[in-house]
């Protein structure tokens, strides 16, 4: 299945910036992504992972709960370079027998013959849903996420050129979509969940985020809010 992509519908206004970690009015956010991920590099040390939806000093706490040799996986996140710049995600089948009908970004275990994570997060959005890596250039990388099935999973951060078509894996993936950056980083568009953690198994608070009838959740809303903390982190 071949698609064009176009820009989503404007969103509604980002909030006011208020000193509580709310991004301001107006972001040039591709351009604070190339500076904040600018000489990032993958941290693999276990003293640098993080839980999904947690903060790295906050994970740090759990780091005891985590599994002591999780299987390296990448994922691309591809923020696409439009005059509203989105994030492009994908709708997993609800045939897969892990994260079925879950909303993620295109990724996957790293091979032996992929070497590095931003390989492996490169063949895998070609693989999935047919993204061609000249479109793509890689800006940087997120903190390791380990997730309750055992991943650890580096995120890596690209801009991807307008004017690509996707071809999906009918087998791993139903659908592709957009959202502004803007909406995602809004607080107001983050709704507070309560849920037990798959690591503690204790009751704690975790975000998601409602897009046009889907929930992003779980790790790629964790990933998420990991990109917003850095850009929103006040400047040495």
């Keep these: 299945m071949s698609r064009q992509h176009d820009s989503p519908a404007p969103p509604a206004a980002a909030a ?10 107006s972001v040039e956010w591709l351009q604070r992504v190339r500076e904040r991920l600018a000489g990032t590099a993958p941290r693999h040390q276990p003293q640098d992972w993080v839980v999904p939806g947690i903060s790295g000093a906050d994970s740090a706490e759990l780091r005891r709960f985590l599994p002591r040799d999780p299987v ?24 897969l027998r892990q994260h079925a009908g879950q909303i993620s970004f295109p990724g996957g275990r790293i091979e032996v013959s992929d070497g590095q994570p931003q390989a492996a997060a490169l063949r895998e959005a070609q693989e999935e849903i047919g993204l061609d890596p000249s479109f793509v250039t890689v800006v940087g990388y997120l903190p390791d996420h380990v997730v309750v099935t055992g991943y650890r999973v580096t995120p890596v951060v690209a801009l991807v050129r307008p004017g690509f078509e996707l071809r999906l894996d009918a087998r791993e993936v139903a659908d592709t979509f957009e959202v502004p950056l803007s909406y995602l980083f809004d607080p107001v568009n983050q709704r507070v969940q309560r849920r037990r953690s798959g690591f503690t198994g204790r009751e704690g608070e975790f975000r998601d985020i409602p897009w046009q009838g889907r929930t992003i959740w779980g790790a790629t809303a964790g990933m998420i809010l990991s990109l917003q903390r850095i850009l929103l982190a006040p400047q040495p």
């Design 72 to 95: 390296p996986a990448a994922v691309l996140v591809p923020l696409v370079q439009r005059p509203q710049p989105t994030l492009l995600l994908t709708e997993r089948d609800t045939r």
């Design 16 to 25: 006011a910036a208020d000193g509580a970690g709310n991004p301001p009015a």
